[in-house]
C-alpha cells in the first residue's frame, strides 16, 4: 500500500525521475515506484528540474499547430464531432477549448425523439436508462425532466 510521504530528493532520484518521464511514465506510476499514493510531489519535483511533460503513450495529448488551429476555426462543431476528427476525446476537446480560452459555438441540442424518449419511459426508468440511450450526462437528463415537468414515479 503506497503511503502518504515526503520525499527526500537526491541526485539518484532525480536520476529514476528523469529516467521514468524519458520512458514515458506517467505522474502516478512514477508515484506508486516512489511509494505515495498522490503524484504531487512528482509534479513539483519535474517542474523545479525542468522536466517538461512528455506526451502520453500514443502521442493522444500532443497538440500539434495544426490541432490548435482547426480548434479556432472549428467552434461552430461539437467538441465530439471535433474529437473524432483529430483522434482525441470529447473531454480532451473541451479542456484545451477551455485552456484556449475559446467558446464553442455549437450545442447540442435535444433532438425530438430524445424529447419522446423521455417523456415516454422517464418517469418509469430514470435517468440511467435515457442516458444510456441518448449519451446525455445524467444531470442534464435531470435539468430536462424537471423543465418538461417529468417526474420519476414511486417503485
Not at 5 to 12: A, G, N, V, Y
Amino acid at each position: 500500500m503506497a503511503k502518504h510521504l515526503s520525499i527526500k530528493w537526491d541526485d539518484e532520484k532525480d536520476d529514476a525521475l528523469k529516467t521514468f518521464v524519458e520512458n514515458n511514465y506517467d505522474d502516478w506510476e512514477i508515484a506508486e515506484y516512489f511509494g505515495l499514493d498522490c503524484n504531487y510531489q512528482i509534479k513539483k519535483r519535474r517542474y523545479q528540474l525542468g522536466i517538461l511533460r512528455r506526451p502520453a503513450r500514443g502521442g493522444h495529448n500532443v497538440w500539434s499547430t495544426e490541432d490548435i488551429d482547426y480548434l479556432r476555426k472549428t467552434l461552430h462543431l461539437t467538441a465530439q464531432e471535433v474529437s473524432q476528427h483529430l483522434d482525441k476525446s470529447k473531454i480532451a476537446i473541451e479542456q484545451k477549448r477551455s485552456e484556449l480560452g475559446l467558446k464553442s459555438t455549437s450545442r447540442r441540442r435535444w433532438q425530438p425523439w430524445e424529447l419522446q424518449l423521455m417523456k415516454e419511459k422517464y418517469p418509469a426508468r430514470g435517468a440511467q436508462y435515457i442516458a444510456a440511450k441518448t449519451g446525455w450526462y445524467k444531470s442534464a437528463i435531470w435539468a430536462k425532466a424537471c423543465q418538461l415537468g417529468l417526474v420519476r414515479e414511486k417503485r
